[in-house]
């Protein structure tokens, strides 16, 4: 038997973005985004409000880098989504995160997040969406595996889970993409 809840943002798994802009005056911004993910192979869309600081940075710069939030930075990460850079000029420095110029986009990556996007933007498309070009992809070291890319386990990235607001660790592997469904052939 199921149970019928109506219409619902409740989309799983949600990741946690944060989006690293430079506003106008070369202030470094970043922002927690639960609405966003892959638009193409190389392309982002991030679904934010025109209100928001890093919705202008984006339009000014051309640019921005999207990290994935992780469980050792679940407080930094949900504080850059509660507090508005409108209001508090000193947002990122409150959140304790770093940051340092990407060598690609004009925008900043966060040093305490290990995995970032850095992106061109494209377009804003007619619904408000913004649509950016993966220039290229960063990790920190310290998520690498033996094979030299990107360790699941290591890494350790959240989601949010919509019905209780919750962040949740992801990383258990369960099977094998392009490969288990044969079974069914």
């Known amino acids: 038997m199921r149970k019928n809840f109506g219409s619902k943002s409740w989309f799983y798994p949600l990741p946690v ?6 506003g106008e005056d070369g202030t470094a911004n970043a922002m927690n ?4 993910g892959l638009y193409d192979a190389d392309k982002v869309v991030l679904c934010l409000s025109g209100g ?4 202008r940075n984006i339009k000014f710069k051309g640019a ?21 850079a409108n209001s508090e000029p000193e947002k990122l420095k409150k ?3 770093h940051v340092h110029r990407s060598e690609y986009v004009d925008a900043p990556v966060i040093d305490e997040l290990p995995v970032a996007l850095e992106c061109r933007l494209i377009k804003v ?6 649509i950016g070009q993966i220039v290229n992809v960063s990790a920190d070291e310290s ?10 386990a290591k890494f350790r990235p959240i989601s949010f889970e ?4 919750g962040y949740h660790v992801m990383g258990e592997r369960v099977g094998n993409a392009f490969k288990d469904g044969g079974k069914l052939k």
Do not use: R
């Open 33 to 36: 985004a639960a609405w966003g």
């Open 125 to 130: 498309n007619e619904d408000g969406n913004i």
């Open 64 to 84: 921005f880098t999207v990290s994935f939030a992780d469980a050792a930075n679940v407080i930094p990460a949900d504080y850059v989504g509660i507090v508005s």
């Open 143 to 152: 998520v690498l595996g033996a094979d030299g890319s990107i360790d699941f």
């Open 95 to 97: 959140s304790g995160f």
């Open 162 to 165: 919509p019905v209780h607001n």
């Open 17 to 22: 973005l944060i989006i690293g802009t430079y």
């Open 52 to 55: 928001h600081k890093t919705t």
